[in-house]
C-alpha cells in the first residue's frame, strides 16, 4: 500500500476534499473548489493565494465543526489552555463527524493491516483524539495539540507557528470575522483580512501542482485573552489546499503512527512531497506536520529523472506534445507527439515511450526523418496518461532516458485539449 497518501487524497475528494484548481481553469460548483493563484511570483500586500473557495452545502459538515474550535485556543504556546465543557464538547462533536469518512476510514484499514491489530471505531477514535487534540507539554509550553499548530496556528514571539490548514488561511485573508466564534462582539478593532502577503517560497514546478502551496506572510493573529491583534510572520508557510480536516489528519495519523512505518514521501495527483513530521516528546502526540514539495513524479531529489536505466543522453528526437484527456473514453485515444530536430534521419527501431508506473509502449516506426512529426497513439495495453498528473519518458534503443517531460492534473482539466511541451 504504497501509495496510501494518494488513496487517502482520492477518498477524501470523494467525499468533504474540494477540487484544488489554477486561477485560470473552470470549477465544478457542484463538487466544490478552490482556485489557487497562478501568479505567486508577484509580491503586493493584497494578494489573494486562494482566489476562489466553492464549498458545496453537502460538504460543509465538517469545515463548520472544525471552525467553531478555532477561537478555543490560547495563542500564545508558553499560555495554559483552559477550556469550557462547550468547547469540549465541540472537539467530540467533529471527531465523531471525522471517524466515520472516507479518509479516515482509508487511513484506518491501512493503520490496521501495516501494524497487523484490529482497530475498532472506538480506537480508532481514541487515536485521533491522542494525536491531534490530547495536551502535551514541550520546552517549557505547558498546553500544545496538534490540532491547535496545524490547523489553527500560534504564537511564538513575532513568529506564527504551524498553521497549516488551507481553510484557516483563506477565511483569515478575507473573512477571518468567522473565525472569531463568541469573541467577536467583546473584541473591538477585529477586521476580516488579517492576512498581508510577503511572496512566493514555491519550488521549481511547485506552481503546475495547486493541491499545494508555499509562501511567505504575515498574520494578525488575535489573542482572545488580551484582546489584542499580534502582527506575526511566516518566513516559509506550506499546505495543502483542497483538503477536508479530515483529509488532512487522515494524512498526518497515517504518517505518525509508529506501528504503520508509514513512508515519509507521498505521490499525490503527479507530484512528490516530503511529509514532514514532528511528535511530542513521548512520540504519542502530533507536534506538526506539513508538506514539502520536492519535484514531480518519479524525477530525483534534484528535479531529474531517469526513467530507464539510469543513463541519460542527449538526442535530437523530443516529445512535444501530448493528448492526456482524450474526449470519451481514454484508452486507444491518448497520444504523444514525437520530433525530429535533426538535419538528418533518426533510426527509432528499439526506442518506447514510458510511463511514471514505467510501463511501456514501443515506437511503431524504423525512422523518423529530419524535421518530421511522429504521433503515437497508446493502444492502454502499454504506457497510459494519467489525468491526475504524470510525466512521459521517451527512451531509446538501449533503455537510456533520451527525453521527460511532465503535466500536471491542472493542464489536464479539459478534455480533448492537447498539452505543448
Known amino acids: 500500500m504504497s501509495d496510501i497518501y494518494q488513496k487517502i487524497w482520492d477518498a477524501d475528494q470523494s467525499e468533504n476534499g474540494i477540487s484544488p484548481i489554477l486561477d485560470f ?10 482556485k489557487v493563484n497562478s501568479k505567486l511570483d508577484e509580491t503586493q500586500p493584497d494578494l489573494k493565494v486562494l482566489t476562489e473557495v466553492v464549498i458545496p452545502e453537502s460538504k460543509r459538515r465538517t469545515y463548520n465543526l ?30 465523531h463527524a471525522m471517524v466515520d469518512t472516507a479518509p479516515m476510514q482509508a487511513a484506518r484499514d491501512f493503520v490496521a493491516q501495516a501494524s497487523g491489530t484490529s482497530i475498532s471505531r472506538e480506537r480508532w477514535y481514541n487515536t485521533v483524539m491522542e494525536m491531534w487534540f490530547r495536551r502535551f507539554s514541550e520546552g517549557g ?12 496556528g500560534e504564537q511564538q ?68 485573552e488580551r484582546k489584542a491583534l499580534r502582527p506575526l510572520t511566516k518566513s516559509t508557510g506550506g499546505f495543502f489546499v483542497g483538503c477536508s480536516v479530515e483529509g488532512l489528519l487522515a494524512l498526518g ?10 513512508p515519509r514521501q507521498a505521490t499525490i495527483n503527479g507530484a512528490r512531497y516530503q511529509l514532514a513530521l514532528h511528535h511530542s516528546p513521548n512520540k504519542h ?13 518519479g524525477s530525483s531529489g534534484n528535479g531529474g529523472g531517469n526513467g530507464g536505466n539510469g543513463n541519460t543522453v542527449a538526442s535530437p528526437i523530443r516529445i512535444i506534445a501530448s493528448l492526456v484527456n482524450p ?37 511503431d516506426i524504423v525512422e523518423l526523418t529530419a524535421g518530421d512529426t ?15 498528473g504524470g510525466e512521459i519518458h521517451l527512451l531509446d534503443s538501449e533503455g537510456r532516458t533520451v527525453h521527460v517531460v511532465t503535466y500536471s492534473k491542472g493542464q489536464v482539466k479539459a478534455q480533448g485539449q492537447t498539452i505543448l511541451f
Open 253 to 262: 495519523t497515517v504518517r505518525a503512527h509508529l506501528g504503520a512505518i508509514a
Open 141 to 152: 509550553d505547558p498546553h500544545l495539540t496538534g490540532f491547535e499548530h496545524v490547523v489553527v
Open 25 to 34: 481553469e473552470n470549477g465544478d460548483p457542484a463538487v466544490g473548489f478552490v
Open 66 to 95: 472544525c471552525r467553531v474550535l478555532f477561537d478555543n485556543y490560547a495563542l500564545r504556546e508558553r499560555d495554559e489552555e483552559l477550556d469550557t465543557p462547550q468547547e469540549r464538547e465541540e472537539v467530540h462533536d467533529l471527531v
Open 327 to 363: 474526449e470519451g473514453h481514454d484508452p486507444g485515444h491518448e497520444s504523444i507527439t514525437l520530433i525530429n530536430t535533426a538535419n538528418t534521419p533518426i533510426s527509432l527501431a528499439g526506442w518506447k515511450l514510458m510511463d511514471r508506473n514505467r510501463r511501456t509502449t514501443a515506437i
Open 157 to 224: 514571539g513575532s513568529v506564527a507557528q504551524g498553521y497549516h490548514f488551507w481553510y484557516k488561511y483563506f477565511l483569515d485573508d478575507g473573512f477571518a470575522r468567522q473565525v472569531d466564534g463568541n469573541h467577536s462582539g467583546r473584541f473591538p478593532g477585529l477586521k476580516d483580512d488579517r492576512i498581508a502577503y510577503i511572496g512566493s517560497k514555491m519550488k521549481d514546478k511547485q506552481e503546475q501542482f495547486p493541491e499545494t502551496v508555499t509562501i511567505s506572510y504575515r498574520w494578525e493573529a488575535p489573542d482572545y
Open 374 to 388: 511522429l504521433r503515437m497513439k497508446l493502444d492502454g495495453n502499454g504506457a497510459q496518461l494519467s489525468n491526475k
Open 285 to 297: 502526540h502530533v507536534r506538526t506536520f506539513f508538506p514539502k514539495f520536492l519535484g514531480t513524479a
